[in-house]
Each structure stands twice: as structure tokens, then as C-alpha cells.
């Protein structure tokens, strides 16, 4: 069965310092992976995502993450943060095969601090 | 581009009363999904179409919660009749279909908060 692990309720970092929110997933086959941003009362937006090719996933808003096999992972990452940032996210996951669910960890709490 | 469309955007009633949700996927968007998203949660699926067909409902619980994607466009879901633990946020999503709906990402709607009193 696929599952999704956000292991961080909330992380807070100082506006200009690089941020990592943490995911780790597991998935039978190949993985597709997938990050979205909640901002209050609105849906979810889509940052980036990871189909197939290089590691390093860039994104919307200068956000990027990278796929790891090994650890089976796929943390978000920012290298300066901004106030603007804070907000929900959410890590998800399905397999690569067609008609499979998306499967959303509990989401992140990003707090960035001026 | 428009985004995917949803009414109303909150509903406040009383336990057993009737509901329900609207949604319009993006234009050309063969795949709809609709959410449950529990407070300090993530969305949990609860029903995907693909045009009006509806080919995965394994976590609608069906004894009360209905959908409809008549015309394999827009969609209805309803809850009837709604209990206290049914308050939440209800996400509708869409997605092209076929081979390219297995790589692209699902656009959200704003959902609609439902709170049963």
C-alpha cells in the first residue's frame, strides 16, 4: 500500500534562511511525487512534481526538491525563505501505474519569521 | 484560464439535513476527484470520474454520500443525511485524462467548508 510520511507538524525558520520540509513515501513500484501549498481558505496549489529524469525537481516560487531512491525521499527545500512562504504543505504520492490514488501526507506547517 | 470552480463555499446546517457540493473541472479536464480533507489533515480520496463514468468510489461511504458527473463535465456530490462527523472541507479536483492525466498534476478547487451542528 502507498503511504506518505510528513514527519514535521510545523517548521519555523528567519526570513532569509534556506528551509527544508521533509517527506518520505512508500510505494510497491515507481514513484510519482508531487508538492502542494495551502493557504488559508483557499485549495491546494501545486508547486512541483517528479515523473522520471534528473533528481532535482525546480519548481513555482523558487521552490525545488530532490528524489531519493536510496532513502526513499523527497524533501521540499527553499534556499532563502520569505514571510510569503508560510503556509500548509502537503507531500503526495502515487504509483506510476495508471489509475492508481493520489495519497497526501498530513501537511507541513511552514512558519517563516521576519 | 479558468480554475476549477466550486459552490457554495461554506454550509452550515443541522445533522440529518441534506447537502450539497458543485463543481465545475477546468475546460477539457476528463478526470474530476473529490476530497475529504479533515481539519490538521490531508485530502482523502473519496470518488474519481473519468468523464462520467465513475471509476474508483472504494472510500465514498456509500449508505449516504452520492455522486453524480451526469454529462462528464461538472459533478454533484451530496450527503444525505449529514451527521456531526461529516464537518470538513470538501476538495474537488481535476486532471486531464488518459495517458497525460498519469503524469500532470491535479488543479483544486477553494473547496467548501461544511460544518453539521
Known amino acids: 500500500a502507498q503511504s506518505v510520511a510528513q514527519p514535521e507538524d510545523q517548521v519555523n525558520v528567519a526570513e532569509g534562511n534556506p528551509l527544508t520540509v521533509k517527506c518520505t513515501y512508500s510505494v510497491s513500484g515507481n514513484p510519482y511525487l508531487f508538492w502542494y501549498v495551502q493557504y488559508p481558505n483557499r485549495g491546494l496549489q501545486f508547486l512541483l512534481k517528479y515523473i522520471t529524469g534528473d533528481n532535482l525537481v525546480k519548481g513555482s516560487y523558487g521552490f525545488e526538491a530532490e528524489f531519493n531512491k536510496s532513502q526513499t525521499s523527497f524533501h521540499l527545500k527553499k534556499p532563502s525563505a520569505l514571510v510569503s512562504d508560510s503556509a500548509l504543505y502537503f507531500c503526495a504520492v502515487r504509483e506510476s501505474q495508471a489509475g492508481t490514488a493520489l495519497i497526501f501526507g498530513k501537511g507541513t506547517t511552514l512558519s517563516v519569521s521576519s | 484560464e479558468a480554475g476549477v470552480v466550486q459552490s457554495p463555499r461554506y454550509k452550515i446546517i443541522e445533522k440529518k439535513q441534506p447537502v450539497a457540493f458543485w463543481c465545475n473541472p477546468i475546460?477539457?479536464?476528463?478526470?474530476l476527484y473529490w476530497y475529504l480533507q479533515n481539519l490538521g489533515q490531508g485530502p482523502e480520496l473519496l470518488i474519481r470520474y473519468e468523464n462520467e463514468e465513475a471509476v474508483d468510489d472504494s472510500q465514498l461511504p456509500k449508505d449516504r454520500f452520492s455522486a453524480e458527473r451526469l454529462k462528464g463535465v461538472d459533478s454533484t456530490l451530496k450527503i444525505q443525511p449529514a451527521e456531526l462527523g461529516d464537518s470538513a472541507v470538501y476538495l474537488c479536483?481535476?486532471?486531464?485524462?488518459?495517458?497525460?492525466?498519469?503524469?500532470?498534476?491535479?488543479?483544486f478547487g477553494p473547496g467548501t467548508r461544511l460544518t453539521v451542528l
Open positions: 475546460s477539457g479536464h476528463n478526470t
Open positions: 479536483a481535476s486532471s486531464p485524462g488518459g495517458l497525460a492525466g498519469t503524469y500532470n498534476e491535479q488543479f
